[in-house]
């Protein structure tokens, strides 16, 4: 039984290789990015830039090429297969020490939200997708106590200013919490001018929140971190 196991995933190794989701180059493992593609994409930093309100904003990889394309399937074609790869790069930067300074004393993580309606028209939320899993190994737990309340049009062509005017009060509690002394882990997929955390930051500070912390997957923010 061992041996034809064995043999099956062999052919299926043969016929099927696993190939790094950006590039398609053969890899060892499946939706392992290969090292060229992690080496251009990979990035964990610290953001050196101060955002309102926010008390540090740690990204993950760059926004660029890969993770860009990674990120736009999942989004704008709401295509759930590009996740594994996602969470494989995630597993890859577990123990980077940014990793392990941002996530010390962190009492819960809130995702940022989608409007209602974005929710039920994607059919889920990209940030949960991509970062649930990962928090419930560490056993820090993902509480959606945010909502959307004001439906806002894609931001991306939007400049910082307009971002700001759009995204002023879209985020509220889902009850009157008391957050005294906490210490938050904001997630975002895609970090860009820090509008939208900072909306929601503003919310949990308004609420006694202590610290708030972003994570985000990918930010473009180039310039703005150590390149
Ligand atoms: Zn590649």
Redesign the pocket.
């Known amino acids: 039984m061992n041996l034809l196991h064995e043999l099956w995933e062999a052919l299926i190794y043969f016929l099927f290789p696993p190939r790094?989701p950006?590039?398609?180059?053969i890899?060892d493992e499946r939706y392992q990015?290969?090292s060229?593609?992690a080496g251009k994409i990979l990035h964990v930093d610290f953001s050196n830039e101060k955002f309102h309100l926010i008390d540090r904003v740690l990204r993950v990889t760059k926004y660029r090429g890969?993770t860009r394309d990674l990120l736009r399937k999942l989004k704008f074609d709401n295509n759930l297969r590009v996740v594994p790869a996602l969470k494989k790069i995630l597993d890859d930067v577990d123990r980077r020490e940014e990793i392990l300074s941002l996530l010390n004393g962190i009492d819960f993580v809130v995702p940022v939200p989608l409007h209602q309606s974005r929710l039920a028209e994607r059919g889920f939320n990209q940030t949960e997708e991509i970062f649930a899993e990962w928090f419930a190994k560490k056993n820090l737990p993902l509480k959606n106590i945010l909502i959307r309340t004001v439906e806002t049009p894609r931001l991306y062509s939007f400049g910082k200013s307009e971002r700001e005017k759009i995204l002023s009060g879209a985020f509220t509690a889902v009850e009157e919490l008391d957050l005294s002394g906490k210490k938050i882990l904001l997630v975002d997929d895609i970090f860009t001018t820090g509008t939208t955390c900072r909306e929601c930051a503003k919310v949990l500070k308004s609420l006694g929140a202590e610290k708030v912390f972003v994570l985000a997957f990918a930010s473009d923010f180039g310039k703005k971190f150590d390149d």
């Open positions: 790094c950006v590039c398609r180059e890899v990015i290969c060229k593609c890969g």
